[in-house]
């Protein structure tokens, strides 16, 4: 199984940038799908990005589309969400998820507030 980890929450202003990391252990990392996903206050968890095993092929939620970017570090076994042009509703506890044939492996989450 893959161990799921993630890091670089914080507060930001709204305009400003933050990159998310994933620690993502585990000798098959790179036969996994990676995801990103949010959930705000109240609300259910929403998907945001995806990116596919081979690095190649990405999927964006509409709403961060062109702001957000996914990328992965097979060498270091992390995946990343660059989110640039932050608004106050993109806060929300940010979650990263791996997936190969089976149940989905969750990380603990990550706090993301973005003021005014």
């Known amino acids: 199984q893959v161990q799921v980890v993630e890091s670089g929450g914080g507060t930001v202003q709204a305009g400003g940038s933050l990159t998310l990391s994933c620690a993502a252990s585990?000798?098959?990392?790179?036969?996994?799908?990676m995801s990103w996903f949010r959930q705000a206050p109240g609300k259910g968890r929403e998907f945001v990005a995806t990116?596919?095993?081979?690095?190649?092929?990405?999927n964006y939620a509409d709403s961060v589309m062109g702001r957000f970017t996914i990328s992965r570090d097979y060498a270091k076994n992390l995946v990343y969400l660059q989110m640039n042009s932050l608004k106050p509703e993109d806060t929300a506890v940010y979650y990263c998820?791996?997936?190969?044939?089976?149940?989905?492996?969750w990380g603990q989450g990550t706090q993301v507030t973005v003021s005014s």
């Open positions: 585990g000798r098959t990392f790179s036969r996994y799908v």
């Open positions: 990116l596919s095993a081979s690095g190649y092929t990405t």
């Open positions: 998820r791996a997936t190969m044939n089976s149940s989905p492996y």
